[in-house]
């Protein structure tokens, strides 16, 4: 497989560790109330979609960059790749 | 100064050394290295007068160089200053970035073609690089025999490839593998 | 229609004229008691055990394709015991002594074969480590042998002892460990289960259920409503998508898993061989290919095909491990979707819906446990309870703190 | 001999080899299979089942029957095909599955004994008694199966990977590939041509017609001439495409020099990984057969084979022939022999109407119904019109009509497309992206068809990429039109086969439509058809088509089975792609390797690093006594280790402290500057994962260690928090675990070591206590970090300085110490040392354990958020009772096993009553016994009690006391002195 790193251009994925769903981004608030079912559910539940899946590939041999990156899991067309930092900051999460 | 005597990354006092047909493969022990990262809210600096290079490229201006490692991310190269706290002349330069030493977190190892050919061709048994896409000024990092490295293209016949320091042994032994049978299909 | 090397010689002699379908066609009812959804090597155990075992009848099986194209179409046919944990190890033990008697129960040569595996080590933390295994399987009454580099040498001369990377230290081996002809797994508990009444339907796909008040009622299917009392679901590889249709997000992600054969070859390696120092496993099946697998391929995947990487990093180890095998050929390659769970185990358990069982999450191993896997859902659909050594199989002992993680990896589906 | 005129063999030349010890001679341009049937060799092998005698059937790569060893000792090949060999001087090949010779193989009598092993035979009996099937059953079935032999000793050769990019691939060198990439080449993309013959041309190196008048292989001398000439096109001969990967990815095997005699010093193929934006897949077609009864003798062949071995290699297996078949294409091969002066005995065409092409007898609207000749074809019978006859011949070519090579462009699970005109398979629309079909493979089956489909695709292709190209001027050629009738086979009772390599017949196919295995899979599996070593490429149709019969359905209807890599058979060392010995993996060596290696240390692996074991000295002739010295030194004197294999990573940032707070289960962001601090992580499922220490060298810069087993984990997952958890954070990392050498001293003499190498630097207690650190200088000024951080127990420091001085610095620390008895040490002596303190490693923390459970659950700080916090709060994790103890054996001479489970005295030993395991063990020279750490259920409240350590896998048993998990100074005072 190929990722289009957003810095890079294609890039083999051979270069790339794969991580899962990018939702690992959305940690939740360890000061909620129901902080404990919410880590369950982060830590362990997966949508696990047949379709277009929005995932975390850390380039591991090339610029360390985490990417989050949309592809078709069942025909593993790559429908665009971001930088994780750039998503995670859209969210516009503080978290001092 | 110490009265310790260094070794080079190969384990010798000398720098390593092989020629297979136009290949030249020369370690370069006095390649002095520091990582370069903004801080956030600083500007990128310009460091010896370098204008720090886009994802992907290498630049090189009088004696130093710099390529981009990742986002807001630098390795800046200094020829023949390993000896020195490069480093420190860095962070002089380089206000408000953080900088770390890495001279000799890595092995340097130059590969020159003196008949100016045969570089793609053993590049291309060692890397996945397009190397259409990968004239002089490129710089990536990628995997290497599983070792990850930093390739350079310094010029049209010449290339650098970065690796691990501790690995430096593995490193060589497959340049010198790949060139060795260039050479060999060549005769 | 009984089999026995009688009826092929009778057979022979008036010229195979007499055999009849090894299961038959039928139409689905609108009812059964049971539906299970699956006709892969576990959804036929599971039908076959509920009807001979559990002698409840009225059941279907719906299967999206042929029989047996579920993972025990597409894998590497090893069967063994040889676990670490108190959640796993009696449970692989359990299925282990079903198949030792499984084709005289099914009537059906499944080719079982105790040939022994052997998982090689390579540091002495490795060894501490098959040692703490090792002794887990003799505390569950499975066996077990610890080899020292010289009893392996013995055993398995062709391994590289001279100048490998990584050398060769010893390795645990499971006498009674080995494998079976996968297909005929299938086919044996196909046969079994429709001889006993239950109904296999093939190209009939589970399009949705019918739940009513928090109740399963029956399964949307491609030919029609099927009402049911009872649904287990045995889909592993397609879970995540079988059980969002009943609002289910699971802890599995979907892999793909790749698996290998070469060229026959007259007989080479013994029985099964694990590398310490890398993916890879091998064995030799009775057509003489040599049948070998390593990692998964590492990311979410529906498409049932690797990539090229896997295949030369599982080829490189596998060289590393045995040099003699260079010249052998690859002759097929091929991917599997397999059920990656977030520890590494499966799940056997009911859901929040009445009536709606789930059975998956077999990460690389599910062929092994073909047996137990089918004979404890059968007991969990029939009895309401778990199976004695399935126990620990739940669903919420990920929220409750009491995974079965062998591999110590944590919830990285793709590290287990 | 049957060697014709013409052919494109070099004739001046003659090359000498061997077939089953018989010597012959060949030229070059010879296949082994052209060489044999020049040589009059029609049997070559033995089938699969019935070890039925066999010659060659095609004359290419889809051959089922002529499988040969090939080469001798190491370099032994089996099921190598004769008809993809290139003929060298002194090739040695010899028969495989039969005994004692090919001519008489006893196992033949499985043939007499067929009625008995029809498909799946084995499936219903072998069961009784139970025993028996390890034992006799299946070493039997073992023994009959299988095809060659491996020699059984590792592959001499060597081997090459690399890696092509280009704008477009061609596969197939033959009229379409060679119009593709004629296409590409003129218009200056970045283009490949591979090819898997050793001449390009393809087919049209096996027909006569001409192209623009003159012989093909001028045109193709030509068009040779012009690729060389231009470096956008790279032509790789020997090189087959063998599978298409996402995304544009094809793996490629160069078979570098496999048609030499000896690789000499170059390697002998290499696996090309080809990145190209575009392919065109001009891969040609297959010839099937027709299935009649008996049509697996030698010297029955495919009719365009039988074609291509007259005009190519100017070879012929009889000097008369008779041709079977339901199409056009036949005749041509009876044109072209009779023109060679080879007598036609017939023509048997299938169908009602036919024309010749040629002077010879036209039999229209026949079947060959039977054979005979036991090692090669004497003779057929042919029925037509209500009459049969018997026609002498020692050769039949049969075409049953022509399959494209849908292979490649069914890979990714595609499924092609059943064509009714063509009788044949079309490549479908859902396999892999960017991959266009030409040529035959497309199904246009004339030369001028050919030309202009694989120019058209080639542009087609440049085009969507933007690359302007026009379409070449092709040679004038011939556009014969390709009729074919839908007859797979001749009805009748006895065997015919389809699958020849695997002995599937047509009653195979009934039977297993009868047993109700009619899905196309089921077929497949049961019967075994396709699974030989050619994959069924000359069988997987015909038995669709049967199947399709039986059940009254189409053959759309009916499916193929999936179509999977590689597109024919990969040897695995090239897979492997080289050096799978000791450069297996990268070695990292530490900066004191060759220091370490003078001294005469033994090494050990510890992940890719090698690691000294133990240092050794004269006298010592165990282990042991090396280790239990080692140990000594460090509690009595000063020892020396290398630790550089630490992961070490540089955090810097206004908000590194904080950084390290999120990441760490206990505080770091309160650590002063000057100081170290101990620190556990958690993963985010709550449990421990890593350790190690974490010095503050600046307000706004820190440098923290990992375990050397989980350096690249962590700085993975220090890097996810830095650019996916926490981006708002000023942070920056690197590792820096390679740029310093880090050796730790150690021992109650370290202080005055060190102070002979620090200059006036102050080592006192107060001026910098246990767990302070600082840059300073050492040995003169050369750049240096101080730690005092302990992993003995006893009074210790780890110096850090640039990895070039590591084995300098240690050549000093000896010199300058031996007063003090210095003493290097190895990772055996640090475990002991660390065994005595309780330290868990990487046995107790193997990522199923707890904090609490290794005595460290009061350092996950309840009064901030970490990574793993909230999870390390379940039920299961905060209630495992499991603690780390110490334990010693009862008896003092008594040992310790790591891997033994933990069980109360008295207690009966199973699962339900296990209590722990032992994690670590050795011989502690300090307490003067073997010792043990372990997990014992309660470990914390049950010390001075005697356990049962079990080990039933070697059959032994151990009575333990459990202890505090610390032998050494458990008040920790030796560390602060």
């Known amino acids: 497989m190929l990722i289009p790193h957003p810095l890079l251009g294609l890039r083999d994925a051979q270069e790339f560790t794969y991580l899962g769903d990018a939702r690992l981004i959305d940690r939740p608030d360890p000061t909620a109330p129901d902080a404990e079912a919410a880590f369950c559910d982060y830590v362990f539940l997966r949508d696990n979609q047949a379709g277009a899946h929005r995932e975390l590939w850390f380039h591991e041999q090339g610029d360390r960059s985490w990417l989050v990156v949309t592809r078709d899991t069942v025909t593993h067309e790559v429908l665009c790749a971001e930088l994780a930092r750039d998503v995670a900051l859209s969210r516009a999460r503080c978290s001092k | 100064m110490t009265d310790l005597r260094p070794i080079t990354a190969l384990g010798t006092v000398t720098p390593g050394y092989a020629s297979f047909g136009a290949l030249d493969l020369r370690e370069n022990a006095g390649l002095a290295l520091a990582s370069l990262a903004l801080r956030r809210g600083t500007l990128e600096p310009t460091p010896f007068g370098l204008t720090l290079p886009e994802p992907g490229r290498w630049v090189a201006w009088q004696g130093v160089a710099a390529l981009c490692t990742g986002p807001d991310q630098w390795m800046i190269e200094a020829e023949g200053r390993a000896e020195l706290d490069f480093s420190a002349e860095l962070k002089q330069v380089a206000p408000g970035c953080s900088v770390t030493e890495q001279t000799d977190g890595w092995v340097a190892i130059e590969i020159v073609s003196r008949a100016g050919t045969g570089l793609e061709a053993l590049l291309s048994k060692l890397v996945n690089i397009d190397l259409a896409n990968f004239g002089p000024g490129g710089a990536t990092r990628t995997g290497l025999e599983h070792m990850s490295c930093f390739v350079i293209r310094r010029g049209d016949v010449h290339a650098a490839v970065l690796g691990a320091r501790s690995s430096a042994g593995s490193l060589w032994h497959a340049l010198e593998t790949a060139a060795k049978r260039l050479e060999e299909k060549v005769a | ?416 | 001999m049957t060697r014709l005129a013409g052919g494109l063999i070099n004739r001046s030349q003659s090359l000498n080899f061997t077939f089953d010890g018989r010597r012959y001679q060949g030229h070059p341009g010879d296949t082994l299979a052209s060489a044999l049937l020049a040589n009059g060799v029609r049997l070559v092998g033995r089938s699969f089942k019935y070890h039925r005698p066999r010659g060659v059937l095609s004359a290419g790569s889809e051959e089922p029957n002529a499988l040969v060893e090939l080469r001798t000792g190491a370099r032994q090949e089996p099921n190598t095909r004769a008809t993809v060999v290139e003929l060298f001087e002194g090739l040695e090949a010899r028969s495989q599955n039969r005994w004692p010779s090919l001519g008489f193989d006893a196992l033949a009598i499985n043939d007499l004994l067929s009625p008995f092993f029809t498909a799946g035979f084995y499936y219903k009996t072998f069961m009784w008694p139970k025993g028996l099937w390890e034992k006799l059953y299946e070493p039997a079935i073992r023994k009959a199966a299988g095809l060659g032999r491996l020699s059984m000793e590792a592959d001499p050769d060597t081997y090459d990977k690399g890696f092509l990019h280009c704008d477009l691939l061609v596969i197939g060198g033959g009229a379409a590939g060679l119009a593709a990439a004629l296409t590409a080449a003129r218009s200056g993309a970045r283009a490949i041509l591979a090819d898997e013959d050793f001449r390009l041309g393809g087919r049209l190196l096996c027909e006569l017609e001409t192209l623009d008048g003159a012989p093909a292989t001028d045109w193709i001398a030509a068009l040779e001439t012009e690729f060389d000439s231009l470096p956008n096109l790279r032509v790789m001969r020997r090189t087959t495409v063998f599978g298409i990967y996402d995304h544009g990815i094809y793996g490629a095997v160069e078979r570098v020099s496999d048609h030499l005699a000896q690789p000499g010093a170059r390697v002998r193929q290499t696996l090309w990984r080809i990145t190209a934006k575009r392919a065109v897949l001009a891969a040609g077609a297959t010839e099937r057969p027709i299935a009649f009864a008996d049509n697996d003798r030698p010297g029955i062949m495919l009719a365009g084979a039988m074609r291509a071995y007259a005009n190519r290699w100017a070879a012929c297996p009889s000097e008369t022939v008779a041709v079977f078949t339901n199409n056009d294409d036949g005749h041509r091969t009876a044109r072209d022999l009779a023109s060679k002066g080879v007598h036609i005995a017939a023509v048997i065409d299938a169908r009602p109407k036919a024309t010749a092409l040629a002077d010879y007898r036209v039999i229209t609207g026949g079947m060959v119904t039977a054979s005979r000749g036991r090692l090669g074809l004497k003779s057929i019978e042919v029925h037509a019109n209500g009459r049969s006859e018997w026609i002498e011949c020692g050769a039949l070519g049969v075409s049953g009509g022509w399959n494209p090579n849908v292979h490649l462009a069914s890979h990714n699970c595609g499924r092609p497309i059943w064509n009714d005109v063509l009788q044949a398979f079309l490549p479908g629309e859902d396999g892999p992206s960017g991959v266009l079909p030409a040529g035959a493979a497309a199904g246009h089956f004339s030369t001028a068809k050919t030309l202009r489909s694989g120019a058209a695709a080639a542009l087609r292709a440049l085009n969507v990429l933007g690359i302007a190209a026009a379409l070449p001027s092709l040679p004038r050629s011939e556009e014969s039109r390709y009729g074919v009738a839908p007859i797979f086979h001749v009805p009748g009772r006895k065997r015919a086969w389809v699958d020849f390599q695997n002995d599937v017949t047509m009653k195979d196919i009934k039977l297993a439509h009868a047993e109700n295995m009619r899905a196309v899979e089921h077929l497949k599996r049961y019967t075994t058809l396709g699974m030989a070593t050619d994959q069924g490429k000359t069988a997987n149709v015909t038995g669709l088509a049967v199947m399709a019969e039986l059940t009254g359905k189409t053959i759309p209807e009916t499916g193929t089975t999936i179509f999977r890599p590689p597109y024919t058979p990969v040897a695995l060392s090239v897979l492997g792609g080289g050096d799978a010995g000791p450069h297996f993996r990268p070695r990292r060596l530490t900066p004191t390797h060759h220091w370490a290696k003078a001294q005469g240390a033994v090494f050990v692996e510890a992940g890719q690093w090698m690691r000294a074991q133990y240092y050794p000295r004269p006298g010592e002739t165990h282990w042991r006594q090396s280790v239990d010295r080692e140990a000594r030194a460090v509690r009595s004197a000063v020892g020396l280790c290398d630790v550089t294999t630490l992961g070490k990573v540089d955090v810097q940032g206004a908000d590194a402290g904080e950084f390290l707070n999120r990441l760490y289960s206990n505080v770091m962001a309160t650590l002063k500057v000057g100081r170290v601090r101990y620190g556990l992580m958690l993963r985010e499922d709550g449990f421990a994962y890593d350790d190690g220490t974490c010095a503050r060298l600046a307000k706004d810069h820190y440098v923290v260690t990992t375990t050397t087993a989980n350096a690249g984990l962590v700085y993975r997952n220090m890097e996810f928090a830095r650019q996916c958890l926490w981006p708002d954070l000023d942070v920056q990392i690197f590792s820096t675990t390679e740029a310093w050498a880090q050796i730790a001293v150690a021992g109650p003499k370290s202080r005055a070591l060190l102070a002979r190498i620090v200059g006036g630097f102050d080592l006192s207690n107060e001026a910098f206590p246990f767990m302070a650190c600082a840059e300073l200088t050492v040995c003169g000024g050369l750049r240096a970090r101080l730690f005092r951080i302990s992993f003995s127990g006893e009074l210790a420091y780890e110096v850090a300085v640039p990895a070039r001085y590591g084995h300098a610095l240690m050549e000093r620390l000896v010199e300058v110490g031996a007063d003090l008895g210095v003493t290097p040490y190895g990772v055996e002596a640090l475990s002991v040392l660390r065994i005595d303190k309780g330290h868990a490693a990487g046995p107790e923390l193997n990522g199923q354990t707890t904090a609490a459970m290794v005595g460290l659950g009061s350092m996950v700080s309840q009064k901030k958020d970490s990574v793993g916090a909230v999870m390390s709060r379940r039920e299961g994790l905060a209630g495992d009772r499991r603690r780390l103890v110490g334990l010693r054996p009862v008896d003092p001479a008594g040992k310790v096993v790591s891997g033994s489970h933990l069980f109360a005295e008295d207690a009966p030993q199973s699962f339900d009553t296990d209590q722990g395991w032992v994690t670590s063990a050795c011989y502690s020279p300090h307490v003067g016994s073997m010792i043990g750490l372990g997990f014992l259920e309660n470990g914390d409240e049950r010390l001075g009690e005697v356990i049962v350590a079990a080990n039933p896998l070697e059959g032994e048993s151990a009575r333990l006391r459990v202890v505090p998990a610390c032998f050494v100074d458990p008040e920790g005072e030796r560390l602060r002195d």
């Open chain 3, 1 to 416: 229609m009984r089999f026995s090397g009688f009826r092929v010689f009778a057979e022979a002699i008036k010229g195979h004229t007499g055999w009849r379908s090894l299961w038959r066609n039928p139409d689905p009812k609108p009812a059964y008691d049971y539906v299970i959804v699956g006709g892969g090597g576990h959804g036929l155990s599971t039908a076959y055990y509920l009807a001979r075992t559990f002698r409840q009848s009225r059941i279907a099986v719906l299967e999206k394709g042929w029989l047996g194209s579920g993972n025990v179409g597409r894998n590497t046919t090893i069967i063994r015991s040889n676990y670490l944990l108190a959640g796993n190890e009696p449970f692989y033990e359990f299925s282990m002594k079903l198949w030792e008697g499984l084709e005289q129960e099914l009537n059906f040569n499944a080719m079982v074969s105790q040939r022994g595996i052997i998982n090689l080590f390579h540091t002495d933390a490795q060894r501490d480590a098959f040692r703490r295994r090792g002794n887990a399987m003799m505390l569950a009454g499975a066996d077990g042998r610890l080899l020292s580099r010289e009893e392996l040498r013995a055993m398995v001369p062709f391994l590289n002892y001279n100048n490998a990377r990584f050398p060769v230290k010893g390795g645990l081996m499971q006498p009674r460990a080995g494998t079976a002809r996968h297909d005929g797994v299938a086919w044996g508990y196909a046969r079994g289960a429709d001889s006993h009444g239950v109904d296999l339907i093939q190209n009939c796909e589970v399009k949705g259920f019918r739940v009513d008040r928090e109740k399963v009622r029956g399964v949307e299917t491609s030919r029609g409503y099927i009402a049911a009392e009872k649904v287990g679901v045995a889909v592993a590889g397609s879970s995540g998508r079988v059980m969002a249709m009943a609002g289910m997000r699971l802890p599995i992600e979907t892999h793909v898993l790749q698996a290998f054969v070469t060229e026959g070859l007259k007989p080479t390696i013994p029985g099964v061989i694990t590398f310490g120092a890398g993916h890879f496993y091998i064995s030799q099946s009775d057509k003489g290919g040599l049948v070998f697998g390593g990692d998964i391929d590492g990311y979410n995947s529906y498409a049932q095909r690797g990539n090229l990487p896997v295949v030369e990093g599982v080829a490189e180890n596998g060289i590393a491990m045995m040099p003699m095998i260079g010249r052998a050929r690859l002759l097929r390659m091929w991917g599997g979707l397999v059920d990656m769970s977030m520890d590494g185990s499966p799940i056997i358990d009911r859901t929040h819906i009445d009536g709606l069982y789930f059975n998956g999450g077999w990460c690389y191993g599910g062929f092994k446990a073909t047996p137990a896997s089918g004979y404890a859902f059968a007991h969990l659909l029939a009895t309401g309870s778990p199976h004695e050594t399935a126990r620990a199989y739940r669903f919420d002992r990920f929220a409750r703190g009491y995974v079965i993680d062998e591999r110590g990896a944590g919830a990285q589906p793709n590290l287990h």
